[in-house]
């Protein structure tokens, strides 16, 4: 027994997991310690922008596009929607050192006869689809769209929007105010459809917690390192910690 201790205690031991031997000697498996995992609760999804919960965004329509009262308008109704948004920018957009302000005055100044063409066809338009009811018709409508562009969760986005949309109109000769519109009205919406996406994604994760499915954390895993005390091996026999000094006391 002696001869066999000291033999062992000559020989290395590879790992935690298996102690492998030297000649003669046979290997032994030792389990691994479990591994503790952790689990920590995943909060509750909140809404994006500071927006309020429970909010109703406009559906995505056929072509893939949010259905917004900004769609399927013709030239002018284009032109005059961008300029009603710019409208919103200058009575709510208060800062770059009025900047909104200063540049739908001077939209308004700068293509005055642009404006009034707009305006005009656009009324026509409503004349041949409502008759009698066209002003009424045409109010509602205006309504939705101011509405629109003062949703409060995207004005920091559609404030900045509204002040590169104004410097590019206001460098433009009137003649080309027209076909500059699509370009212009698609920019100042964007904060808008942005927004309704990340509430959209909102409601998906929010849908997802509320039914449970929610991902738990990573498990953490807890390093366990034994020493050389801790375990041996003397043919298959495993010795747990501590007996090693009264092993060498008996080989003594």
Request: some cysteine; proline content about 8%.
């Amino acid at each position: 027994m002696r001869a066999s201790i000291r033999h062992l205690l000559l020989c290395p031991l590879g790992g935690i997991a298996l102690l492998s031997g030297c000649a003669g000697q046979r290997e032994v498996a030792v389990a691994p310690p479990p591994v503790p995992v952790r689990t920590q609760p995943v909060p509750q999804p909140l809404p994006p922008m500071g927006a309020t919960a429970n909010m109703q965004i406009p559906p995505i329509g056929a072509d893939g596009l949010r259905v917004t009262p900004n769609r399927d308008l013709s030239g002018a109704a284009t032109l005059w929607h961008m300029r009603m948004a710019l409208n919103v920018a200058a009575l709510s957009c208060q800062g770059s050192g009025d900047a909104a302000r200063l540049q739908y005055n001077a939209l308004l100044a700068r293509h005055r006869a642009a404006l009034t063409r707009a305006n005009a066809q656009v009324e026509g338009e409503y004349k041949a689809e409502f008759g009698g009811g066209a002003i009424a018709q045409r109010e509602r409508l205006n309504t939705i769209v101011y509405n629109f562009f003062a949703l409060p969760p995207a004005q920091a986005g559609f404030c900045a929007e509204a002040v590169r949309v104004g410097a590019a109109v206001n460098s433009l000769p009137t003649d080309q105010l027209l076909a500059y519109a699509p370009t212009g009205l698609a920019a100042l919406e964007k904060p808008f459809t942005d927004f309704f996406d990340a509430y959209a994604r909102y409601q998906t994760d929010l849908a997802a917690w509320r039914s449970g499915r929610t991902l738990a954390a990573a498990p953490v895993v807890l390093e366990v390192r034994l020493s050389r005390a801790d375990l041996i091996a003397d043919d298959g026999v495993t010795v747990p910690k501590g007996a090693m000094p009264r092993l060498l006391a008996r080989a003594d």
